[in-house]
């Protein structure tokens, strides 16, 4: 990892579970052990038909991701599709990179890529149409304005018409889409209804193709007797219900192969684009792939046999997974601390065997007084390492804090072994908690259940902080009704709610407890001389006082008006009359520093007993009141004499 000693590179993607993905993933684990990198896949999600508020706030990634720190970045600027998050990502790469960085799947006049050349995929699919078809109709169905891959595809399009003679309406012949079946509908609507029928429509990805297909078998037209459909990347498994397309399949992993192994050229060499100036782009040839959708291939017979095995191991995969879902839910949504959270990981680990090592990370904002962590709700610099799994065993709640431009600790490094891990960030609408790290087994792939994953564990994340304020706020409003407001010692309810829990034991061991009590000396005179001001100060420096001669195990408390209370547990008479002195001389200190017009003083009486079964509270208090009582009259008889 990057707070290890081997190189990282980063890679940036979206959907990190689609057949492109998946095939990104198997060579980044081969290339990384051959090459020796470690590689962090910064995974984020978002979907153009979706548009809601969690896919948003994945563009965080971009700021989060330590780009200064990697030591080169591959992207796949092209599978962002929510307005603005390409943009954002080239703009921060823009900004902060100070390593090579090459895009796949990408046609760059500023990044080295490697791309797939639509002139020698596409076009002999367009070729194919017009000249073994003898057709002369053809209409594109094109994804959203602006999807790159898209508009190169409809620029190879309109080519290869125009080589032909053929001219382009594009009120008729050209309808943008959204990548993804749902646009069928307006799709068939304009090249079927509005406009008279094309003889084949031309559609930029197999989605579209197959949404297409099935609007067309819905209103009684039939591929490729009425109209022939073609797609393009040869997605497997899709067309069950539909005709095998005619298309054209893209290598992946030759692309991700080409761009990683330029990127440890350059890495390896100290050549950058800085340095060599042009851009590098490396065309990636397609294949064309004939379907029963043009009429020029059939189906194999046991492709149906086939289909239906793999799609009912799928079928039994995802029902277990919805299983393991519903229960991590019930598991992880009842944790009311990061201890019990942990401990749920821990207990539902094995419904994750797809994993090896696991690490979650939250933001930390800072520490109390005693040292606990108070994690965050935003983006920190500092992160905690919580909860550790590694070679899928629990190694426990490490609590290790860092740097987050590190991503983990140095106890996630594999001397011996580069390692590939997944990154998603975990949040819930405006809140961002942290962020979780996987590492698959061998051979094992992303899948969308890790997305579903990481939601359900942002909503427990935001539980866990939700219960925090309610315990925090209930708290502080406990404390209010237990504390004095005018001098923040306890109040009569406060002393009693410390009290109560340990008097039938202090009873029990026949234990001699201490009580003092105190009434502040003419506060009266004070109240009309001075004003309501000098006797709330009077009775601030009789608590400080108090305060400042307590020891660790007594208690303080203003009973009400000028009368306080101190109590001590397990004390003797010499340590009581030690107390008073303390206090009578930490008063006269306090009368000199503040050198006022008047000198505070107080009457305390003390009662020191030893506790027996049946003994109360109250009547103890009784005693050091009648005590204190005593010497308020001779203090008051004192004053009389003064006077005269």
Same mark, same amino acid.
């Given at each position: ?150 508009? @190169? ?5 309109? #080519? %290869?018409? *125009?080589? =032909? /003679? +053929?001219?382009?309406? !594009?009120?008729?012949? $050209? ?31 197999? @989605? ?5 297909? #099935? %609007?067309? *078998?819905? =209103? /009684? +037209?039939?591929?490729? !007797?009425?109209?022939? $459909? ?53 065309? $990636? ?360």
């Amino acid at each position: 990892m990057i707070a290890g000693k081997r190189k990282t590179i980063g890679v940036f993607l979206c959907k990190a579970y689609s057949v492109f993905d998946n095939a990104v993933y198997g060579v980044l684990e081969e290339l990384s052990r051959k090459l020796d990198y470690d590689v962090v896949v910064f995974s984020t999600v978002g979907y153009f038909a979706s548009q809601n508020e969690y896919d948003a706030q994945e563009r965080r990634m971009f700021s989060f991701a330590p780009i200064e720190k990697l030591d080169g970045i591959l992207m796949a600027p092209d599978t962002y599709e929510i307005e603005g998050f390409r943009d954002a990502l080239l703009n921060e790469i823009r900004r902060r990179a100070a390593c090579p960085v090459v895009a796949v799947r990408h046609f760059s006049d500023e990044f080295d890529c490697t791309y797939t050349d639509e002139d020698i995929t596409i076009r002999p699919l367009i070729r194919h149409l017009l000249d073994d078809h003898d057709l002369t109709q053809i209409a594109f169905l094109a994804g959203y304005p602006g999807h790159p891959d898209s508009e @190169f595809r409809l620029a190879a399009f309109r #080519r %290869e018409m *125009a080589d =032909h /003679g +053929i001219e382009i309406d !594009d009120q008729r012949d $050209v309808f943008y889409g959204n990548m993804w079946y749902t646009c069928s509908e307006d799709a068939y609507r304009h090249f079927f209804v509005d406009n008279e029928a094309p003889q084949a429509v031309v559609c930029a990805n197999d @989605f579209m193709a197959v949404g297409l297909e #099935r %609007e067309l *078998a819905g =209103h /009684g +037209i039939k591929v490729p !007797d009425d109209v022939i $459909v073609t797609g393009y990347d040869n997605i497997p498994d899709i067309t069950l219900d539909c005709s095998t397309l005619t298309t054209v399949e893209q290598d992946f992993e030759a692309m991700v192969r080409m761009g990683f192994e330029e990127l440890d050229r350059q890495i390896r060499t100290g050549d950058s684009p800085d340095r060599h100036h042009d851009v590098r782009r490396i065309p $990636v040839p397609g294949k064309l792939i004939f379907g029963e959708s043009c009429g020029c291939s059939e189906r194999p017979q046991d492709q149906y046999r086939e289909l239906s095995i793999l799609r009912s191991a799928e079928a039994d995969r995802l029902g277990g997974r919805e299983v393991n879902m519903t229960y991590f839910t019930i598991e992880t949504s009842a944790a009311d601390t990061i201890e019990e959270l942990h401990a749920a990981l821990d207990k539902k680990k094995a419904d994750t065997p797809m994993i090896r090592d696991f690490y979650l990370c939250l933001f930390e904002e800072s520490r109390k007084a005693d040292g606990e962590r108070i994690f965050a709700e935003q983006m920190t610099d500092t992160a905690c390492l919580v909860h550790s799994m590694r070679d899928k065993q629990d190694n426990g709640m490490p609590m290790i804090s860092f740097s987050r431009r590190d991503l983990l600790p140095q106890m996630a490094e594999r001397a011996d072994e580069p390692q590939v891990f997944y990154l998603t960030l975990l949040h819930q609408r405006e809140f961002n908690y942290g962020y979780a790290v996987f590492h698959y087994d061998s051979g094992e792939l992303p899948t969308a259940f890790f997305q579903h994953w990481s939601v359900t564990l942002s909503g427990a994340l935001r539980n866990i902080h939700n219960r925090d304020e309610l315990r925090r706020l209930y708290e502080e409003r406990r404390l209010s009704s237990i504390t004095d407001v005018l001098t923040r010692l306890d109040n009569r309810r406060g002393i009693m709610e410390k009290v109560e829990p340990q008097w039938n034991t202090l009873c029990l061991e026949h234990a001699t407890v201490g009580f003092i009590s105190f009434d502040l000396d003419n506060l009266k005179g004070v109240n009309d001389t001075y004003g309501h001001q000098a006797g709330d100060f009077a009775i601030r420096l009789i608590a400080e006082a108090i305060r400042g001669s307590l020891p660790k195990n007594g208690i303080g408390a203003r009973m009400g008006g000028d009368e306080f209370l101190v109590f001590l547990p397990r004390t003797s008479e010499m340590d009581t009359k030690r107390f008073v002195l303390s206090f009578e001389q930490k008063l006269r200190e306090l009368n000199l520093r503040e050198d006022r017009s008047f000198e505070v003083s107080a009457s305390c009486g003390a009662y020191v007993t030893s506790l027996e079964n049946g003994m109360t509270f109250e009547d103890c208090l009784h005693h050091s009141d009648k005590m204190m009582y005593q010497v308020k009259e001779k203090h008051r008889a004192a004053r009389k004499l003064q006077c005269r």
